[in-house]
Nanobody
Framework: QVQLVESGGGLVQAGGSLRLSCAASGGTFSSYSLGWFRQAPGKEREFVATITWSGGYTYYEESVKGRFTISRDNAKATVYLQMNSLKPEDTAVYYC?????????????????WGQGTQVTVSS
């Protein structure tokens, strides 16, 4: 059983930056690939970014490419999401998830464990 705890959310003006963290415990962190998803009010949870267990491969949703960077530190059992040039449409609750599957990595169904989420609000 893996526990995930997100942190780093907050209120920021458009054009600003935030770094989200997701700390894991209770499992072998380095054996899991990780992903970030987000859910805006009234919308379904959507994929943002994912990183493989080694950190050697990353993949991003089109609207965040060039602005967001996912990374991980296996020694600290933590995955990060650096978010730059934030826009009001990035406002959402951000969740991290852990998976061992290597298919459908942009789908929630591929992820076995989830954190509780952290709120990101971008003002215009």
């Amino acid at each position: 059983q893996v526990q995930l705890v997100e942190s780093g959310g907050g209120l920021v003006q458009a054009g600003g930056s935030l770094r989200l963290s997701c700390a894991a415990s209770g499992g072998t962190f380095s054996s899991y690939s990780l992903g970030w998803f987000r859910q805006a009010p009234g919308k379904e949870r959507e994929f943002v970014a994912t990183i493989t267990w080694s950190g050697g491969y990353t993949y991003y949703e089109e609207s965040v490419k060039g602005r967001f960077t996912i990374s991980r530190d296996n020694a600290k059992a933590t995955v990060y999401l650096q978010m730059n040039s934030l826009k009001p449409e990035d406002t959402a609750v951000y969740y991290c998830g852990a998976r061992q599957r290597n298919w459908s990595v942009t789908s929630m169904s591929a992820y076995d464990y989830w954190g509780q989420g952290t709120q990101v609000t971008v003002s215009s």
